[in-house]
Each structure stands twice: as C-alpha cells, then as structure tokens.
T-cell receptor, first 116, second 109 residues
Framework: GAGVSQSPSNKVTEKGKDVELRCDPISGHTALYWYRQSLGQGLEFLIY????????KSGLPSDRFSAERTGGSVSTLTIQRTQQEDSAVYLCASSQPSTSGTYEQYFGPGTRLTVT | QQPVQSPQAVILREGEDAVINCSSS?????VHWYRQKHGEAPVFLMILLKGGEQKGHDKISASFNEKKQQSSLYLTASQLSYSGTYFC??????????FGKGTRLHILP
C-alpha cells in the first residue's frame, strides 16, 4: 500500500508569510507525528496525535506553530509569520500499535522549507 | 529528556565493527533505532522493550539495559550500505518518541 506522503516537497517563502505543510499518513494508522530536522541535526519532536486524544504539543517551539488532524487522518502543520530559523526539513511519521503495544514509525519524504 | 548518543560520528573501513550508544536520564519503556541515509527519510531498524532484551537482524543488533537506561547498537562486519546517520528514540511509556541528535557513520571501502 501507499506510504506516508507529504506536500509540498519543497517550499520557499518570504519571511513573515504563513505556510501550511500537509501530511497524509498510512491508512489506518492512529498515531501521527511531526518532526523538524535542521541541516545536519537530529529529529526534533514537534507534535504527536494519537486517535481522538488531545494532541501532545509539548515540542512546538513557539505559538507561531500549530497543527491539526482532521478526521483522524490528514494533518496540517501551520507556521505563521515565518522566520529564517524555521528553515528546515519537516518530517511526518505515522504508526499503528501492534498487539505487543510497540510500533514502528513510517516516515514521509519530508517538506524542505526555506524562509528567505 | 532528549537521549544522548555517542559517538557523534564514526569512520570505519568495510568489515570493521562499530558500537553506537544511547543513554537517557529517564526510565524508559522502549528504545527505537532508525537509520537515515543522506537525503532520505529515516527507516526503522528495531524496537527494544524494557526487560534487557537483545535483538538483531543481519549483522546489526542492539541491547537495552533498562537499569542503566541505556541502549547500544552493534554493527558487525560493516558494509558500505551501513553508511548513514543512526538515531535512537526513547519512549517513556506515553507513546511519544524523543530522538537523539544522531550518530553519523561513514564506511570506507
């Protein structure tokens, strides 16, 4: 079946503009994660959705960042008033718990955001 | 809360062994290992649950010492295809995975 897809693959925006990044998880996966990866850096956790539970927003770096997940499927990460330090690759991952309670995350190809 | 990985980078010749360590300041429920090749998305390697289990496939294996809150990834007789950045992710039983900064592994022919 299809994997995790993200759009756009690349986004160049001017400082101060708002951007929306989209993630389509694997069908049936209840968990969805957003991460940010700056050049040569690790995976920075941003936000986590699990089923119908309230999302874990503890990783969002500022109130300019927000995310929603509609109908338990597609998710949109919105960055308002973009700053140059927001430039990074934004990765989305989805997972489905196994009977043992463990799971692996399937990552999308990412959206490369460049703020000029 | 972010796990600490060591070393930050490793350069090996094909056929040599490597160990990548991951440690946490928190009690862990599970440890996840992923590999990311340049320009690609991270790919799952394995999950280890608390209980001190060890897992492996091919010549890549890992151990998890829950008392020490540490995990180690072992790469035996490394191949060129093993090159990439290895990330450990730790879970403190809330299904949220926090990843370390990664260990860059470069295999020379």
């Amino acid at each position: 079946g299809a994997g995790v897809s993200q759009s756009p693959s690349n986004k160049v925006t001017e400082k101060g503009k708002d951007v929306e990044l989209r993630c389509d998880p694997i069908s049936g996966h209840t968990a969805l994660y957003w991460y940010r990866q700056s050049l040569g850096q690790g995976l920075e956790f941003l936000i986590y959705f699990q089923g119908n539970s309230a999302p874990d927003k503890s990783g969002l770096p500022s109130d300019r960042f927000s995310a929603e997940r509609t109908g338990g499927s597609v998710s949109t990460l919105t960055i308002q008033r973009t700053q140059q330090e927001d430039s990074a690759v934004y990765l989305c991952a989805s997972s489905q718990p196994s009977t043992s309670g463990t799971y692996e995350q399937y990552f999308g190809p990412g959206t490369r955001l460049t703020v000029t | 809360q972010q796990p600490v990985q060591s070393p930050q980078a490793v350069i090996l010749r094909e056929g040599e062994d490597a160990v990548i360590n991951c440690s946490s300041s928190k009690a862990l429920y599970s440890v996840h290992w992923y590999r990311q090749k340049h320009g690609e998305a991270p790919v799952f390697l394995m999950i280890l649950l608390k209980g001190g289990e060890q897992k492996g496939h091919d010549k890549i294996s890992a151990s998890f010492n829950e008392k020490k809150q540490q995990s180690s990834l072992y790469l035996t007789a490394s191949q060129l295809s093993y090159s990439g950045t290895y990330f450990c992710g730790t879970e403190i039983r809330d299904d949220k995975i926090i990843f370390g900064k990664g260990t860059r592994l470069h295999i020379l022919p």
